[in-house]
């Protein structure tokens, strides 16, 4: 199994950047694939944001982020990153990291086993 834990969180205006961090322990990081979700209130369903597969390193992005943040991976540093630029104040929100061997849909919450224990995100206006 695996331990993740988000860093790199925090309070940004509006159209600044930010980078998460999310720092994987236990099992080895290059077998898993890594995404990235956010819930902008408690109870609501966690949204995707990106995901990276762990072999060849292919991405996917939801539409409402594209072109603005990048998801990325260091396998020697056991790390895989979120590049937020041109935030916005509906990017607001906890962000997790999750990660699972196996993920048919990555888009999809249920896809992955692990997760993180979430860093909050602030985009003022």
């Known amino acids: 199994q695996v331990q993740l834990e988000e860093s790199g969180g925090g309070l940004v205006q509006a159209g600044g950047s930010l980078r998460l961090s999310c720092a994987a322990s236990?099992?080895?990081?290059?077998?898993?694939?890594m995404g990235w979700f956010r819930q902008a209130q408690p109870g609501k369903e966690r949204e995707f944001v990106a995901?990276?597969?762990?072999?060849?390193?292919?991405?996917v992005y939801a539409d409402s982020v594209k072109g603005r943040f990048t998801i990325s991976r260091d396998n020697a540093k056991n790390t895989v990153y979120l590049q937020m630029n041109s935030l916005k104040p509906e990017d607001t929100a906890v962000y997790y990291c999750?990660?699972?061997?196996?993920?048919?849909?990555?888009?999809?919450?249920?896809?992955?086993?692990?997760w993180g224990q979430g860093t909050q995100v602030t985009v003022s206006s």
């Open positions: 236990g099992e080895t990081f290059s077998s898993y694939s």
């Open positions: 999750a990660a699972s061997k196996i993920v048919l849909r990555p888009s999809k919450s249920q896809a992955y086993k692990y």
């Open positions: 995901a990276i597969r762990r072999n060849d390193g292919n991405t």
